[in-house]
């Protein structure tokens, strides 16, 4: 199993790279709504919904994707406002991390909530990576994202591992702890000032980056937090399996959900 997931690892990270830096912002609009369909796929998995709901999702989402396409131009004079609707959005989701109950059964509550959290997550997601992407040098300020999401991941992995006591949601993630959060705050902190600094010279200051930086990270650990909660809820190891030893979309990408329409915000709001 480790071996398939460094395999895969090693074959994501360079086409990451070639999309992110190679693909021009029609295409990189175009991959990246592609790989949120197949999440969308995921989400009727995790919120059990039925094969005619899940496709009725699908079309649905779809059809955002499109609208949002056509109408680009009109709406990205206005995108702080609209990512900040998303992000309040988010925090309505982010409220069943703290209703959650590890006995809850998938009734028609959930599935309806389930639907419409998936159009939130998937949509924003994708206008907010779109968005950063079209912005000057956005090839590297959607690096800076990836990056710092990384390196939280990362840091919190090993220093909950060393450290680990506390837990941080054991109902949801019984791994997780509050030492593998500051672990990861603290190495994300660093990779991006490296990254926007001595690396690429962004120009962002410090205090925004670390602004920034701190927002990305807590939102993105809720984010892998609201996806385990569906899996946990529906006795699901994993969303899909499109990516051998990580699992699908909404495995390896649980993190960018909420953590990419936050870090857009933030950066909009902060750095420009």
């Not at 309505?92 to 909530?113: E, G, M, S």
């Not at 998937?122 to 800076?144: D, I, K, M, N």
């Not at 962004?202 to 937090?225: F, M």
């Amino acid at each position: 199993m480790l071996k398939t997931r460094v395999l895969t690892a090693l074959v994501i990270f360079p086409v990451t790279l070639a999309v992110v830096f190679l693909a021009p912002p029609l295409v990189f609009k175009g991959i990246i709504a592609i790989l949120l369909m197949a999440g969308c796929h995921e989400f009727g998995r995790i919120c059990d919904l039925s094969t005619r709901s899940t496709n009725i999702l699908m079309v649905v989402q779809a059809a955002l994707f499109a609208a949002l396409f056509f109408a680009w131009d009109k709406i990205t004079p206005h995108a702080v406002p609209v990512l900040a609707a998303a992000c309040g959005a988010w925090l309505l989701l982010f409220t069943r991390l703290v209703t959650f109950k590890p006995d809850a059964k998938p009734d028609n509550a959930y599935r309806r909530f389930g639907f419409a959290a998936a159009l939130v997550a998937l949509t924003s997601c994708w206008f907010a990576l779109s968005w950063l992407h079209e912005q000057p040098r956005g090839e590297f300020v959607v690096f800076l994202l990836l990056l710092i999401i990384w390196a939280s991941d990362t840091g919190a992995y090993f220093a909950g591992v060393k450290f680990g006591r506390n837990k941080l949601a054991p109902s949801i993630s019984p791994k997780k702890t509050w030492e593998g959060v500051y672990g990861g705050l603290l190495l994300a902190l660093l990779a991006a000032w490296l990254w926007s600094g001595p690396i690429t010279q962004l120009g962002i200051d410090l205090l925004p980056l670390a602004a920034i930086s701190i927002v990305t990270t807590a939102t993105s650990i809720c984010g892998d937090l609201f996806i385990s909660l569906h899996k946990r809820t529906v006795k699901l190891d994993d969303a899909g399996n499109l990516f051998p030893g990580h699992g699908g979309v909404l495995d390896r990408y649980d993190s960018l959900l909420p953590g990419a329409v936050f870090f857009a915000l933030a950066f909009g709001v902060l750095a420009q």
